[in-house]
């Protein structure tokens, strides 16, 4: 009988590069993907609507019972569709309910299947999680603390859908958090977003080449038990962890032209965005091995993707299309457009303040590009990191919440995957398993998504101090 697959998100970068290595590494293999109506001739989707092994359903993570027949038989659920930003910044209610809403149909389906035990859940969540993640801090792993960046709409929604496949109750669901993906088509964007990401930040790359063997390798029946129930990070490792003006240099050089001759370095925010180089994806891909790819491997295809017209006029008419950056700097959304605007809570997000944005040097000549320290740093987590989940009990419970400033009121721990009661620093009382809080990084469901709260939080959490010096 033939793997039964659900997939969402076919038609986006990931998601198809998901189903085509799905198809490329199993035989015998049915994948159903779901699809809006709009989307149905999409040229990702028409290239597979001819291949016997690939069911496609026109329908709405929104609508519970469009999910419900994508679920119901299959044994896999890879739930990578969702909305993306930029559009999150844009329509914050819809990304809601897609991100938020669909993970929750997605469970519920699971739940409502005659063995939900029998399904596994594969969610893709984001490095957007984890927030601003400059230098010193810009090493990461899974169970550092949720911070989200202010404005980040979707790193809410992703955060809170998190939470619901982790507290769901399934036997079997793992939550991916995607960082940056390399895909060929990134010559395309052109978004005032491109401004909210620090020059001196870093980002350790996965390509969507690798992202979609992931996918791929997660479905495999040598996958370890030990793999689920957990969070883990997705990236390309060594080789793919580079500072944000490094891949800005090479990528513009693959467009054949000179990020200094169309971009002023004051146009680009300071902080308040994501990306981190993790200290642990090493885990993931001892686990479940996805690798192929550097992020040089990627170049080459990123440079065959780019037509030649568009490489002409990068390299031609460079104030020409200088005048078309600065037009979009100035646009709503863009770091220039808050300045003239003088928009004082964008400005002092991503830049600390008006002051600091006038000391910004017009000219690259004076801009001091960093390079992020090399040698990994770890967060303190407050407990003993050695402690298996099976021996997390209440002496460890209350000392992770004391360091977090808040408390534990559950006498002992009941395992894992159990929810206990806690309370944070703000005096919100919560149910949450501690798999969720010590090994997801998640805490007030309240505090946690809201950064107006963090100046108090870091107050009295030494944990989340860690990840907000200011």
Same mark, same amino acid.
């Given at each position: ?208 080449? /690798?992202?979609?063997?992931?996918? $791929? ?7 370890? @038990? %030990?793999?689920? +129930? !957990? ?111 003088? /928009?004082?809570?964008?400005?002092? $997000? ?7 944005? @006038? %000391?910004?040097? +017009? !000219? ?107």
């Amino acid at each position: 009988m033939p793997k039964q697959i659900f997939l969402t998100g076919a038609s986006g970068n990931m998601g198809n590069a998901a189903l085509e290595h799905l198809l490329l590494s199993h035989q015998d293999i049915k994948v159903r993907i779901l699809v809006l109506p709009s989307e149905l001739r999409h040229r990702r989707i028409r290239r597979w609507q001819d291949d016997a092994r690939v069911e496609v359903l026109a329908g709405d993570l929104r609508n519970y019972e469009d999910v419900l027949a994508g679920v119901t038989g299959v044994r896999y659920v890879l739930h990578v569709g969702g909305m993306v930003s930029p559009a999150c910044d844009r329509f914050p209610e819809l990304t809601r309910q897609v991100n938020v809403g669909g993970a929750a149909n997605i469970v519920r389906a699971i739940q409502e299947q005659p063995d939900p035990d029998a399904v596994r859940l594969v969610y893709i969540g984001t490095v957007a999680q984890t927030g601003s993640r400059n230098a010193p801090i810009h090493w990461g792993r899974t169970g550092d603390p949720i911070k989200i960046s202010k404005y980040d709409h979707y790193a809410v929604t992703k955060t809170q859908a998190e939470a619901i496949v982790a507290e769901s109750g399934l036997r079997y669901w793992v939550s991916l958090r995607q960082s940056g993906m390399a895909h060929p088509d990134m010559w395309k964007i052109f978004d005032p977003i491109m401004f909210h990401n620090p020059i001196n930040g870093v980002f350790e790359w996965s390509t969507v080449k /690798d992202s979609g063997r992931l996918m $791929a390798a997660v479905c495999g029946d040598d996958v370890p @038990e %030990r793999f689920w +129930r !957990s969070f883990y990070n997705i990236g390309g490792g060594p080789s793919c962890r580079v500072n944000n003006h490094e891949f800005m240099r090479v990528t513009f050089e693959a467009l054949s032209g000179d990020y200094r001759k169309v971009l002023a370095p004051h146009w680009i925010a300071t902080k308040n965005f994501h990306g981190q180089w993790y200290a642990d994806s090493d885990a993931l891909e001892q686990l479940v091995p996805y690798r192929s790819q550097s992020l040089a491997d990627f170049m080459h295809e990123y440079r065959a993707a780019i037509p030649w017209y568009v490489k002409a006029t990068a390299r031609f008419l460079p104030r020409a299309i200088r005048k078309r950056i600065a037009g979009l700097a100035h646009a709503e959304g863009g770091s220039m457009a808050w300045i003239e605007n003088n /928009d004082t809570e964008h400005i002092d $997000a991503f830049f600390g303040s008006r002051a600091d944005w @006038e %000391r910004l040097p +017009r !000219s690259w000549d004076r801009f001091e590009l960093a390079s992020a320290p090399t040698t990994p740093t770890l967060l303190d987590h407050g407990y003993d990191e050695q402690l298996a989940p099976d021996r997390w009990d209440g002496a460890a419970l209350r000392q992770a919440a004391a360091y977090r400033g808040g408390a534990c009121l559950s006498d002992a721990s009941v395992g894992p995957y159990r929810p206990v009661r806690w309370r944070c620093a703000r005096r919100h009382e919560f149910d949450m398993s501690p798999n969720l809080f010590l090994r997801g990084g998640h805490w007030c469901p309240q505090c946690m998504v809201d950064p107006s709260t963090y100046d108090e939080v870091a107050r009295h959490s030494p944990y989340f101090r860690q990840v907000w010096p200011d």
